[in-house]
C-alpha cells in the first residue's frame, strides 16, 4: 500500500521561507512524476508546480515560478518543496501527490492524473 505523508507546514511571516516535505512509504520518486498542489478555503485544489524526474524537467504555475522549487532525497524516499519569498496568496494546504506514469509535460497541472495524494500540511503565511 502506497502512503504519502507531507509534514513541514506552519505558520510564517510574508518574504520568509518554509521546506515542506513528503515522505513515501510503498513507493519510491525514483521514477514517475511528483507534484505539489494547494488549496484555499472556498477554492480548487490548483497545482503548484511538479517534476519529471526521468526527464528532469519541472512545470510551475507562474505564481511560483522563481521562489518555488522541488526536490528530492532518494536515500530518505523524500521529496521537498522549498518555499522562498512567501506572500499571503500562498496561504494554503498543500498537498503532495505522485503519478507512476511519465507524463507528459503540459499534463502534470492535471490532478486527475495522480495515482496517490498525501493528506496534506497546512501553510500560513501572515505578519
Known amino acids: 500500500q502506497v502512503k504519502l505523508v507531507e509534514s513541514g507546514g506552519g505558520l510564517v511571516q510574508p518574504g520568509g521561507s518554509l521546506r515542506l516535505s513528503c515522505t513515501a512509504s510503498?513507493?519510491?520518486?525514483?521514477?514517475?512524476?511528483t507534484a505539489w498542489f494547494r488549496q484555499s478555503p472556498g477554492k480548487e485544489r490548483e497545482f503548484v508546480l511538479g517534476?519529471?524526474?526521468?526527464?528532469?524537467?519541472?512545470n510551475a504555475r507562474d505564481s511560483v515560478r522563481g521562489r518555488f522549487t522541488i526536490s528530492r532525497d532518494n536515500a530518505r524516499n523524500t521529496v521537498y518543496l522549498q518555499m522562498t519569498n512567501l506572500n499571503s496568496e500562498d496561504s494554503a494546504v498543500y498537498f503532495c501527490?505522485?503519478?507512476?506514469?511519465?507524463?507528459?509535460?503540459?499534463?502534470?497541472?492535471?490532478?486527475?492524473?495522480?495515482?496517490?495524494w498525501g493528506q496534506g500540511t497546512q501553510v500560513i503565511v501572515s505578519s
Open positions: 501527490a505522485a503519478s507512476d506514469r511519465e507524463l507528459i509535460h503540459s499534463s502534470l497541472p492535471d490532478r486527475n492524473n495522480y495515482d496517490y
Open positions: 517534476k519529471r524526474w526521468r526527464f528532469g524537467s519541472t
Open positions: 510503498g513507493r519510491t520518486f525514483s521514477s514517475g512524476v
